[in-house]
Every structure is written in structure tokens, then in C-alpha cells.
């Protein structure tokens, strides 16, 4: 069963289109590894599933639920964490936390819960202008798992990590659907890091998506397209490289 399913969704910007006619399936209980280069159009799709910003055309289920009519119930079944996430520098952790626990009428445990997923109960008491970078993030992912939602979305939780933060986000990640029955979307432009914690891939470039489906199906694609398959991200490069040459090939045929 697909707990997120998109139809031809599109996003344009007077004459730039961010994200074209996109078909995303992603199953329950799975972790989706959404990929492509900074200025795919990942961030405005996970943008458009929160309700953020509104499709210029097509649409989307999650959970069954049709956008935008059932926008107010996807809202209450998904956990987010898109781009960096701001606190309350004079606030703690966990004042930081209770904070969204009021708003979403949570009991108070759902704090100490959230902050025991993500490792931080030994910080909860702690100025958020004091946590490092790797702290903040977690902060940020325990905000997004708070109440423990049964669909999350995560917009480069490890940007600007150190390999031992990227590490711990990474087998956090991991472990979700297993310990909280989540499904999970997972943004990055790193095949490497996805590869490592992702079930199926889908490969956005230039808004359009190139490929969904698990990583051994992505090898087998682009071998059968000549490209390279010993290496995921230079498998990953090479097809991105194939279809910015086809556009520009489209492009100069038109002018």
C-alpha cells in the first residue's frame, strides 16, 4: 500500500517550473531516499505534501486523505523537519518541545518520549543557543517526531553534520519504521547517504523524476543505459549528467 502517492503534481513559478507532472509511490513502512542536485525541486515537493505551498496543477493522497480537502487530517499524521530548524535560543530543549507539544495537544510525555528517540534527554535542560550543530538537528528531529506521527518528512536532516552526526541521523533514521511503524521521506543530494538507510529511491532532477524504485533496480537501469554501476554515486552522477545533456540537447533543437 502506497501511504503517499502523488499524480502529475506541478509546480511553476511564472515561466520556471520547479516540479513537473511528478508521480511519487511510497510505500508504507518504507524509508523513501528522495534524491537529485540542490535545485531539483526536492524541497518543493515536500513543501507542496505539507501544504506549504499550494501545486499549480495535479495531485496527492496521503494516508488516503485527498489534498487540499483533507489538508487540516494530513497534517495531524505527518511529522516534518524542513531545512534548518529554528528554536527559542533562550529556551531549553525541552521548553522548545513543549512548546509544539501544546500546539498539537499532546500529553507531557510526549516530550520526554521525543527527546529519548532522538538521544537528548541528558541536554533537555540546556539553552538551545547552546547545542552544537549535531544537537540542533536532533532537536529538530525529535520536534518532528513528537507524538510519534506515523509519516515523516525530512528535508536533509544531516546537512552540515560531522561524519559521527551523520552517522547517529542515519541509524536513527534507519530504525524508525521498525521502532514507530513510520513511513518516512528522506531528502538528500548524497546517493551515499541514502543508499545506506533507504528501501527505494526516487531521482529528481530538474524537477522531472528520472527514477523510482530500490537501489539494486537503480543499478540495473543504468547499466542497461551504459552507465557506470560499481559506484552508486557515480551511477547516481552519471544519470543525472545523461539527462541535463538530453535537455540541453531538446533545448538547442527548439531555439
Given amino acids: ?101 501544546k500546539i498539537l495537544k499532546l500529553p507531557k510525555s510526549a516530550v520526554s518520549d521525543a527527546l529519548e528517540l532522538v538521544a537528548m534527554i541528558p541536554y533537555k535542560d540546556r539553552l538551545a543557543k547552546r547545542y552544537s550543530l549535531g544537537m540542533k538537528q536532533r532537536l529538530g528531529l525529535a520536534g518532528a517526531l513528537i507524538g510519534r506521527p506515523p509519516i515523516l518528512i525530512l528535508d536533509e536532516p544531516t546537512n552540515g553534520l560531522d561524519p559521527v552526526g551523520i552517522h547517529e541521523i542515519r541509524t536513527l533514521i534507519r530504525s524508525l519504521p521498525q521502532k514507530l511503524g513510520c513511513t518516512v521521506l528522506v531528502s538528500s543530494h548524497l546517493l551515499s547517504e541514502i543508499e545506506l538507510m533507504a528501501d527505494i ?45 538530453h535537455r540541453g540537447a531538446i533545448q538547442g533543437g527548439a531555439r
Fill in 1 to 101: 500500500m502506497n501511504i503517499i502517492q502523488t499524480t502529475n503534481l506541478t509546480k511553476s513559478y511564472a515561466d520556471y517550473t520547479a516540479v513537473s507532472e511528478l508521480n511519487l509511490h511510497i510505500p508504507q513502512g518504507s524509508v523513501y531516499g528522495f534524491l537529485g542536485p540542490n535545485g531539483a525541486g526536492k524541497s518543493t515537493t515536500m513543501k507542496m505534501l505539507l501544504g506549504l505551498t499550494r501545486p499549480t496543477s495535479g495531485s496527492f493522497t496521503i494516508d488516503g486523505k485527498q489534498y487540499p480537502k483533507d489538508r487540516v487530517e494530513i497534517l495531524r499524521e505527518v511529522g516534518s523537519f524542513i531545512e534548518a530548524p529554528a528554536f527559542y535560543g533562550n529556551l531549553t530543549g525541552r521548553e522548545n518541545l513543549d512548546i509544539i507539544r
Fill in 201 to 245: 529511491v526516487g531521482i529528481l532532477n530538474r524537477g522531472h523524476l528520472l527514477f523510482e524504485g530500490t537501489p539494486e533496480e537503480l543499478k540495473q537501469t543504468v547499466k542497461a543505459q551504459g552507465c557506470p554501476t560499481d559506484n552508486l554515486e557515480d551511477t547516481f552522477l552519471a544519470l543525472i549528467d545523461a539527462d541535463n545533456s
